[in-house]
């Protein structure tokens, strides 16, 4: 059964896009970034009403979607519908490259979905847009993302400053001749 703005579907996890009107997403949304380990090393987002959240949503990754046709989407369970993260592509100013983006809930954490949804993501990236060259940044102490990442086949390539505060950043970077 294909869902309504599906983008993306795995064995076990269907990609789509976020719906800024719906609660259901709003609060999957307000979850997620009032995760300890969403504020720790993403940062604080300052959305805990769903009005909040039906704004980080229009104004973050349903934007981008509608602008370059790809962006975070939303990570759901094929079996139950269950949102259980986010992953996609980012384009951000600072950055010459895409960048892989992801963030998944402690409760579907360890279970390989976050790898799951990225590759698939990744291959998506390759064949239907042509992307050669993809990045990713994480925070130093993130070694699990950074242990994922390296997975895929991302080789670290330093550290880059992200605006607005300049935080150092690792900088990890995966090629489709790789893949």
């Known amino acids: 059964m294909m869902v309504r703005n599906e983008v993306l579907r795995t064995l ?6 976020f719906d800024p009107e719906s609660e259901a997403d709003q ?35 349903v934007a981008m979607c509608q602008k370059l046709g790809f962006g975070l989407y939303l ?5 139950d519908g269950l949102p ?9 100013d600072s950055l010459t490259d895409i960048d892989l ?4 809930l402690p409760r579907a954490r360890g279970q390989g979905l976050a790898r799951e949804a990225a590759e698939a993501v ?9 992307l050669k060259r993809v990045v990713a940044i994480v925070t130093p102490t993130n070694t699990s993302s950074i242990k994922l990442l390296s ?3 991302f080789a670290d390539e330093g550290t880059v400053q992200m605006p607005p505060d300049n935080e150092t950043l690792r900088l ?8």
């Open 12 to 17: 076990r996890l269907r990609l789509r896009w």
């Open 27 to 61: 609060r999957f949304i307000i979850e997620l970034v009032n995760d300890p380990d969403w504020i720790a090393n993403i940062g604080q987002r300052n959305v805990s009403t769903c009005e909040q959240a039906e704004a980080f949503l229009r104004n973050g990754p």
């Open 75 to 79: 990570v759901e369970r094929v079996e």
């Open 84 to 92: 259980v993260g986010m992953c996609g592509l980012i384009k951000r």
């Open 101 to 104: 983006g992801y963030a998944f």
């Open 122 to 130: 990744l291959q998506w990236g390759w064949q239907a847009l042509g």
């Open 151 to 153: 997975s895929l086949g």
């Open 172 to 179: 990890l970077g995966w090629s489709a001749a790789q893949a």
